[in-house]
């Protein structure tokens, strides 16, 4: 594929004014996926390949997700490439981003949805439990972005309101830092062009706690990821889109 300098892309984004040209610009993307190998990812990745976009996934398996060899199998024009990683160490976290611009020739943009928890009552939470949380929430998310170009980061709602009976103290703690980090490299990095926004995910709860009456299925993430990748949100940055069935609003 041809490189495109951040330039070109904004020029690029400029010109968008109908579906056509979205479903066109989605298919010119080359996307890197952060923690794309299960769950929330796979339903992410899926979601741009359904618009023609071109994704390179980073994960810890050895292996990817038999879903994701089934996302490959049927990606059609799409390139859908596995990059193995552990985003908390710096050295592998360069190796795949410089391996996934020698194959595509550039990242467009990055979702990052790498992520741990460990759930445990606060006073048990040990300090290698701590540790390896901010290592991969918050460490691993940081040198993630300073990678990336355009951003979406998955956060969670826990860091908008504590859950009883969870044990999720220290791992709102470690999602919280995405939080400072798209509000501070909103206005830092707008003059260059670079976009950054946040989608929190629901934990699991209780269903009756959600006003729309059902937990979150990682399918209900897929239009919002195609529309803050996409230049449909050009003047879309510093955004924290809420997708929790109202929770986030009050419980029923």
């Known amino acids: 594929m041809a490189s495109l300098s951040i330039q070109q892309s904004l020029e690029l984004y400029k010109t968008m004014s109908s579906v056509r040209d979205f479903k066109v610009f989605m298919t010119s993307l ?35 997700h038999a879903d994701l060899r089934d996302i490959q199998d049927s990606s059609g024009e799409s390139s859908v490439r596995y990059f193995r990683a552990d985003i908390a160490n710096e050295l592998l976290l360069n190796i795949a981003f410089d391996q996934i611009l020698a194959e595509f020739g550039r990242i467009d943009g990055v979702i990052a949805c790498a992520g741990i928890c460990i759930e445990k009552p606060f006073v048990e939470q040990t300090w290698e439990d701590v540790v390896r949380l901010h290592m991969v929430n918050s460490v691993g998310l940081f040198f993630t972005v300073q990678l990336a170009g355009n951003v979406v980061l998955i956060g969670s709602i826990a860091t908008d309101g504590a859950v009883e009976s969870q044990g999720l103290t220290a791992y709102s703690a470690s999602k919280g830092s995405g939080k400072g980090l798209l509000h501070s490299l909103a206005v830092e990095l707008a003059p260059k062009g670079i976009r950054w926004q946040t989608r929190p995910e629901l934990e699991t709860i209780m269903k009756s706690a959600v006003p729309m009456g059902r937990m979150a299925d990682r399918r209900d993430l897929k239009g919002a990821a195609v529309y803050l990748l996409s230049g449909a949100s050009l003047y879309t940055t510093g955004s924290n889109l809420v997708i929790s069935g109202g929770i986030h609003a009050g419980r029923l």
């Open 30 to 64: 080359s996307l890197s996926q952060v923690g794309g190998g299960d769950g929330i990812g796979l339903a992410l990745v899926k979601a741009i390949v359904e618009f023609g976009g071109h994704v390179a996934v980073i994960g810890q398996r050895e292996i990817p």
